[in-house]
């Protein structure tokens, strides 16, 4: 017998908390510095983003920039020359998590040396790390 699909609740975990999906979308793996690259440098090509993001492959550039377009966070603007040129910028709607950035700056700025303290500590405990 094949089981109807059941509809997401609040209880489910995934969906209890409303931040979630936001975390999905701009904390993936290379969406934040991409993310601020673009908002600092403005307007880049390619191999700008590829030079300031020195650790990330050009497939997984591509497709979180792929992403971030579908997600409406990049503006891609194709230019019909020869040779064909591509320029990708932030767009309005990622620009504004620039407060979002901002606070996060600031609790890292505040909090971040508290974290490596508790992380010694823990690590310094029989059965921690």
Not at 1 to 7: G, N, Q
Not at 33 to 51: A, C, D, K, M, N
Not at 78 to 83: A, V
Request: glycine content about 4%; charged content about 25%.
């Amino acid at each position: 017998m094949i089981e109807a699909a059941t509809e997401p609740t609040a209880a489910d975990p995934e969906f209890a908390c409303p931040v979630s999906p936001v975390v999905d979308i701009v904390f993936s793996r290379w969406t934040t510095p991409i993310l601020w690259s673009l908002h600092t440098y403005g307007r880049q090509r390619f191999v700008e983003l590829e030079r300031r993001i020195t650790r990330i492959t050009p497939k997984v550039l591509t497709q979180r920039l792929r992403q971030l377009e579908r997600d409406g966070l990049v503006v891609r603007t194709y230019y019909p020359e020869i040779p064909p040129r591509v320029e990708y910028e932030i767009s309005e709607l990622g620009r504004s998590l620039a407060p979002l950035f901002a606070h996060l700056t600031e609790w890292a700025a505040e909090n971040l040396g508290h974290v490596a303290a508790a992380r010694a500590a823990y690590d310094a405990e029989p059965g921690g790390a």
